[in-house]
């Protein structure tokens, strides 16, 4: 079992930035990958960003590539989403999420945290 929690969220003007932490207990060491997914009002949920525990291999999609950075602190078991230049359409819950191998589902989540971006 991996425990999940995020913090960090909450309201910020358009082209602000907020930083995200997730905080991992329990079997940490198994976790392959970590990942941040948003689901905005309306819309499916989507994957923002990855990062493998081990080599430190990311991935962003498209909307954020550029603008948001994610990282990790193996000392602390801590995945952090550094979000800058934030967009209206940014508006999400934030959740995060692991997986035990590259080719499984995401099988641990987060509570998720509320990211409001204003005009």
């Known amino acids: 079992q991996v425990q999940l929690v995020e913090s960090g969220g909450g309201l910020v003007q358009a082209g602000g930035s907020l930083r995200l932490s997730c905080a991992a207990s329990g079997r940490t060491s198994s976790s392959y990958t970590m990942a941040w997914f948003r689901q905005a009002p309306g819309k499916e949920r989507e994957v923002v960003a990855t990062?493998?525990?081990?080599?430190?291999?990311?991935y962003y999609a498209g909307s954020v590539k550029g603008r948001f950075t994610i990282s990790k602190d193996n000392t602390n078991n801590t995945v952090y989403l550094q979000m800058n230049s934030l967009k209206l359409e940014d508006t999400a819950v934030y959740y995060c999420a692991s997986r035990m191998t590259a080719l499984t589902p995401y099988q641990y989540w987060g509570q998720g945290t509320q990211v409001t971006v204003s005009s």
């Open positions: 990062i493998t525990w081990s080599g430190g291999s990311t």
